[in-house]
């Protein structure tokens, strides 16, 4: 059954000429990133990291130090208006939180033209077919 979807994802690009942007900084939870980014591209997505500095940022296992994933813009450089979706993987270990919070919650915000001191919920992201 999984083997099947993934084969169908794979085959029918779903998300093929979305760009998705992941969120994340030093600490972020590595199988939080790298599975759902795995799967967008599977089924067709860009997916770009970006993070509050240029480089790589360093993912965690729980506790534990793992390894590490280029960062494709600065949040300060990204543009919300060039994304189709947004992934924020968690993380157990984070140095940056509130750098990172206060500056993805503007950028989500801008996306998406709502006010950020109200609470809403938003919509699921659904891909439209061509």
Known sequence: MLL????????????AGRRIAVLATDGFEMVELDVP??????AGA?????????????????????GTVGVDQTLDRADPADYDGLLIPGGF???????????ARATV????????????????FRPQRS
């Open 109 to 124: 915000h801008a996306r998406d033209g709502s006010d950020p001191e109200k609470r809403h919920e938003s919509p699921p």
């Open 93 to 103: 270990v984070n140095p940056d939180p509130a750098a990172l919070v206060l500056k």
């Open 37 to 42: 980014a795995a799967a967008m591209r599977l």
């Open 46 to 66: 860009t997916v770009e990291v970006i993070s509050i500095h240029p480089g790589r940022i360093r993912g965690m296992n729980l506790h534990e130090p793992a």
């Open 4 to 15: 099947e979807r993934v084969r169908q994802l794979h085959r029918d690009k779903p998300l």
